[in-house]
Each structure stands twice: as structure tokens, then as C-alpha cells.
């Protein structure tokens, strides 16, 4: 299984300051139709698990611009260029290269 | 608009079964892939099941696989998960979720149903 490994596990940002989450996969997540199959999922306290990046760096409809993603290989990066309030909850990165599906653990955004 | 329900959790014992239902609305609900994750109480996600809009391609994760099965009516809009031989560890909130794109895609979720299976 591909490994997905996220750090810090837990970060505090003051509102309006930056953020940055990185993801790390064991193995390279290209695939042979050339794309990378690396998603960025928002879970916000009480709710369900929210799309936030497809394929590294395609925003999904409705997330705000101060998200996004970037990458290649096995390193990835989720980068809030300032943080609100309601961006607080657990950031998971998901790859799909292969089966089955993994997460990395999660990390923790929180507004100081 | 999209909707995803989930019904069928609840308490059982261990060795017992439970069947997930997930209606869905507000799509063609045979073109797509549907998944299932879970979440452990105060855990991550982990990818459970897939099965595809036909329905004749299912996928399991190790943890399930033979224990678990996925299917889907597509006459009425709806994926079931049968699971069989319930662990303790298999306590979680179940989350369907329909995949865009059939490669990780999940672009709706559901509101999850909590299974815990405990004596």
C-alpha cells in the first residue's frame, strides 16, 4: 500500500497569516496517462469529509482562492495563503494511484 | 442537488452483521463509482469499498476483504454495504461518497451512520 505521511500533525495560525500542510507518499503518485492523482480533503468539526484540491492543484467549485496545492512525485504541499476562521478542522491529502485508497493522518489547522 | 443518506448503523455484537444502505439523488446515480470510507472514533479516514456505476466491479481494502461486500441498485438509486463477521475495530462512522471521476474524485459525501460493534 502507498504510505501517506503529513506534516506538522497539528499547526495554530493566527487569522490572516499563512499555512502550509505537507504530504509525503511513499511511492511516486504519476501516473502512466501522465496525471497525478493527489487530493486535498477538508473535514470540518461535526461534518463530513469536504473536497478541497483534485489532481494536486485543481481547486474543486466553490473553494476560495487562498487554497492551493502544489507538487510532484512524492511531495506535495496544501498552502492557505491566510488563514480564517472557518478554515479550521482536519486537512487530509488522499492518493489514488492505486488501490486501495490512502490517507495521510490528517492534520489539525486550529485559529490561535 | 446532490444528496447522499446513509441508514442502517447502529450496536452490534461482535460476529454480528449489519447492512449499510446509501440513497443517493440529484444525479445519474448509474454513471458513477460510489465508495465507502470510515472513521475511527477520533481517527483518520480509511478507504473501506468501491464498487463501479454498473456495479459489476466491486474493490475492498485488506481490512474487509471477504468479510464485507458492496452492491448497489441502480433502479433505485442506492449502494448497500453488507458486513459480516463485525470486529471491534470495525467501530466508525460509515461515509458513502460518490467519485467524480472514478480515481479518487469525491466530490459529495454523505452524512455518515455510526456502527459500533461491541458485547
Known amino acids: 500500500d502507498i504510505v501517506m505521511t503529513q506534516t506538522p500533525l497539528s499547526l495554530s495560525v493566527t487569522p490572516g497569516q499563512p499555512a502550509s500542510i505537507s504530504c509525503k507518499s511513499s511511492?511516486?503518485?504519476?501516473?502512466?496517462?501522465?496525471?497525478?492523482?493527489l487530493y486535498w480533503y477538508l473535514q470540518k468539526p461535526g461534518q463530513s469529509p469536504q473536497l478541497l484540491i483534485s489532481?494536486?492543484?485543481n481547486r474543486f467549485s466553490g473553494v476560495p482562492d487562498r487554497f492551493s496545492g502544489s507538487g510532484s512525485g512524492t511531495d506535495f504541499t496544501l498552502k492557505i495563503s491566510r488563514v480564517e476562521a472557518e478554515d479550521v478542522g482536519v486537512y487530509y491529502c488522499m492518493q489514488s494511484k492505486q488501490l486501495p485508497r490512502t490517507f495521510g493522518q490528517g492534520a489539525k489547522v486550529e485559529i490561535k | 442537488e446532490v444528496q447522499l443518506l446513509e441508514s442502517g448503523g447502529g450496536l452490534v455484537q461482535p460476529g454480528g452483521s449489519l447492512r449499510l444502505s446509501c440513497a443517493a439523488s440529484?444525479?445519474?446515480?448509474?454513471?458513477?463509482?460510489m465508495n465507502w470510507v470510515r472513521q475511527a472514533p477520533g481517527k483518520g479516514l480509511e478507504w473501506v469499498s468501491a464498487v463501479s456505476g454498473g456495479g459489476d466491479v466491486t474493490f475492498y481494502s485488506d481490512s474487509v476483504k471477504g468479510r464485507f461486500t458492496i452492491s448497489r441498485d441502480n433502479s433505485k438509486n442506492t449502494m448497500f454495504l453488507q458486513m459480516n463477521s463485525l470486529r471491534v475495530e470495525d467501530t466508525a462512522v460509515f461515509y458513502c461518497?460518490?467519485?467524480?471521476?472514478?480515481?479518487?474524485?469525491?466530490?459529495?459525501w454523505g452524512q455518515g451512520t455510526l456502527v459500533t460493534v461491541s458485547s
Open positions: 440529484g444525479f445519474t446515480f448509474s454513471t458513477y463509482t
Open positions: 511511492q511516486s503518485l504519476l501516473e502512466n496517462d501522465g496525471k497525478i492523482y
Open positions: 461518497a460518490k467519485d467524480e471521476t472514478g480515481r479518487g474524485y469525491f466530490d459529495y
Open positions: 489532481e494536486v492543484s
